[in-house]
């Protein structure tokens, strides 16, 4: 299925490692030009160069999505992006007696402010040029919460609330916004979440990777190549009647009927 979206312009925040890096190749692959952000320069670098070979241009901008400074960059290097891909890292995981305000301001900062704050920054020129598309990486803790991770679920059930108002008010302008919902995939998050658990209940990283896998219904962790397919199709020409969606991609973990 051709998506429709060559010579698009997206801007992939987070987008060296993991879901992000999985949704840059993936939109690449339909020839979509990639502006990609990550803290760190030399993965992103890497990623960059495996995005170029698949034969579109490819922007790099180095720098903390969560922070004034790496917004203020990402958008002077893509200010009109056709599709934007909101991520970034998540909170750590721990007990919430132990979390103070900064902590909560920090996580609130990086999983709901900042993908709102890039939202206004590029959405009126979406609705202008009658075409956008927005995704955002939120978790499926959004719909079935993860104790430990009680930042993350707070911080990005805050998002999930605030595009289910606004996507219902752009999708007249062909501008959608969804949220795909990430169970477990295989990427460096996902390792280290086993290393906290480890280190907690004194199981070893492998017993602990094998059995969350074991209980899965697929037997499995998701691959950044499955996720990263999804999202490009949302951001396809086809999708435009999909709009404020939680896509959860878990393996069927989730064990309601909806
Ligand atoms: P990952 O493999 O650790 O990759 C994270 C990527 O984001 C890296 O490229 C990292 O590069 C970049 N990044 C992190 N913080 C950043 C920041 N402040 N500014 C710019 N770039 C930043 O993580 P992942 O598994 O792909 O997870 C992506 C998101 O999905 C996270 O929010 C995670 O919590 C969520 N999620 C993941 C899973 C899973 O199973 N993997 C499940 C549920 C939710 P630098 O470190 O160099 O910046």
């Known amino acids: 299925m051709e998506l429709g979206i060559r010579g698009r312009t997206a801007l992939v925040c987070a987008g060296s490692k993991g879901l992000g890096k999985g949704c840059a190749l993936s939109l690449a692959r339909e020839g979509v030009n990639i502006v990609v952000t990550a803290r760190g320069a030399e993965a992103l670098e890497a990623t960059a160069a495996e995005i170029r070979k ?57 999983n709901m402010i900042t993908p709102i704050l890039l939202i206004r920054a590029v959405v009126d020129g979406m609705i202008e040029r009658k075409f956008g598309r927005i ?39 062909n501008v959608t916004i969804n949220n795909l919902l990430p169970g477990p995939f295989d990427t460096d998050r996902l390792r280290s979440n086993f290393r906290f658990n480890a280190e ?12 969350r896998a074991d209980a899965n219904p697929s037997g499995r962790f998701g691959t950044a190549e499955e996720f990263g397919d999804a999202c490009a199709y949302l951001c ?14 878990d393996g069927g973990a989730y064990p309601g009927t909806f």
């Open 236 to 249: 396809s020409a086809q999708a435009g009647f999909i709009t404020g969606q939680n896509l959860l991609m």
């Open 54 to 110: 698949l034969g579109v241009r490819v922007t790099t901008v180095a720098g903390d999505i969560t922070s004034a400074e790496g917004r203020a960059a990402a958008l002077k290097a893509c200010p009109s992006p056709d599709i934007l891909v909101n991520n970034a890292g998540g909170p750590p995981p721990g007990d919430f007696r132990e979390w103070d305000r900064d902590t909560w301001v920090k996580a609130l900062d990086a």
């Open 135 to 173: 995704v955002n990486i939120t978790s499926g803790a959004v719909k079935n919460p993860i104790p430990e991770l009680g930042l993350s679920n707070g911080a990005r059930t805050g998002l999930t609330g605030f595009v289910a108002g606004l996507s219902r008010k752009t999708v007249r302008s």
């Open 200 to 211: 907690k209940s004194g199981k070893s990283y492998e017993e602990l990777r094998k059995a």
